[in-house]
């Protein structure tokens, strides 16, 4: 039975990735049926929008969206598209998974996953100045809030995806010696969620500046991070970091009502057209996407022809090879199974 999502090829590369992904997601039988739309740069050409409301509608009514990278101009233009949809679709959890894909780097056999909440902390973005923002004494203030509901469910849901996936710590992050209320009440919910895990999943805290530094001295020692929004924000690219970039690293903003699954990569306008783009971080967001709908025996297909294609030796040229878009598609389709 065909399940209808929501394909968002994007802009820039983004066309080229989607269309590798789908190729091999239809190579493994993925049970999509996809409703294609545009948003983004490729959103104002089509629709005059960035955030059009046909993409809107698809999504509250499949539920699952798969999307390329975005365009947001620098300065003005439009609000993030991104984080728009978190906050249309109330995408509580950014799940941001690091494992080595590739041996021979900085670090070998790299695997934890990150948890950032994703819609209040300083990403609330009240912003203002006083008195005004041209005088020449103005003070710029941001509030960030998070609410104590906000906190468990994010720290909840951090503990059933470990108990879920056979994990056996949940490390808590935070800075409570400093923000004493905005992440001293996470870190108390923290301690309130870790309590009914007990005997099954290990919980310990880390103060956000101390667990950076022991991110690159000791990333062993971490399995399952949950944190808030912009301290998440940090941490997540720095453990895309210790398995070689963001090139290979998947991303998904999941709610109750939807989850939207990306690569976490821009889209690299300097390579676009070029046919050659690395598609597997869109393709492991495919991945995250089938676990979710309770396909891991297809994630696992995926990974396997991802795994021997790397082991064939195929690279793309962000990887330093110079396999193209197709190459490496054609590559993993051939060791699917
Ligand atoms: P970027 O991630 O697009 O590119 C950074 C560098 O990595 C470039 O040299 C690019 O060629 C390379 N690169 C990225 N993905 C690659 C891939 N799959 N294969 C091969 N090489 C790859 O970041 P940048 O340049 O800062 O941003 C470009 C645009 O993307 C901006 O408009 C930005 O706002 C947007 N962006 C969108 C995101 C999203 O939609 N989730 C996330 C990050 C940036
Ligand atoms: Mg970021």
């Keep these: 039975q065909k399940i209808p999502a929501t394909l968002i090829p994007g802009d820039g590369i983004g066309p080229e990735i989607s269309e590798a992904v789908v190729r091999i997601l239809g190579a493994i039988e993925a049970p999509f049926e996809w409703d294609s739309q545009a948003a983004g740069m490729a959103g104002i050409d089509a629709h005059g929008d960035p955030l059009p409301k046909s993409l809107l509608e698809s999504i509250r009514k499949t539920g699952l969206a798969l999307k390329g990278p975005l365009t947001t101009p620098v300065g003005g233009g439009f609000r993030s598209v991104n984080v728009t949809l978190r906050k249309e679709f109330e995408l509580f959890a950014n799940l941001r998974p690091a494992r080595t894909l590739i041996s021979g780097g900085r670090y070998e056999d790299i695997d934890l996953v990150l948890f950032r909440e994703n819609l209040e902390g300083y990403y609330a973005a009240m912003e203002h100045y006083l008195p005004v923002e041209n005088d020449p004494k103005a003070v710029a203030i941001s509030t960030g809030y ?11 849901y951090a503990f059933e995806y470990a108990v879920k996936n056979n994990r056996k710590k949940v490390t808590i992050v935070h800075k409570a010696n400093i923000l004493k209320l905005l992440t001293g009440l996470f870190l108390e919910e923290g301690r309130e969620v870790a309590k009914k895990y007990e005997g099954r999943v290990e919980m310990n805290e880390r103060i956000v500046d101390a667990c950076a530094m022991q991110l690159v001295m000791d990333p062993y020692q971490f399995d399952v991070i949950v944190t808030t929004n912009l301290f998440g924000d940090i941490l997540s690219d720095q453990i895309a970091g210790l398995i070689g970039g963001l090139g290979m690293a998947p991303g998904a903003n999941i709610g109750e009502k939807a989850a939207i699954f990306e ?7 300097d390579i676009a057209g070029k046919g050659w783009a690395n598609p597997v971080a869109l393709l492991m967001a495919s991945g995250l996407m089938l676990q979710h709908i309770g396909r891991k025996d ?16 195929v690279r793309t040229r962000d990887l330093g090879g110079s396999a193209g878009t197709k190459e490496i598609t054609d590559a993993i389709i051939h060791h699917l199974s």
Excluded at 146 to 156: D, G, L, P, Q, V
Excluded at 263 to 269: C, D, I, L, Q
């Design 146 to 156: 998070n609410t104590r509901a906000e906190c468990r469910r994010i720290i909840t």
């Design 263 to 269: 690569a976490v990569h821009g889209s690299a306008p």
């Design 298 to 313: 297809l994630a696992d297909r995926l990974q396997t022809g991802i795994d021997g294609a790397f082991a064939s030796g």
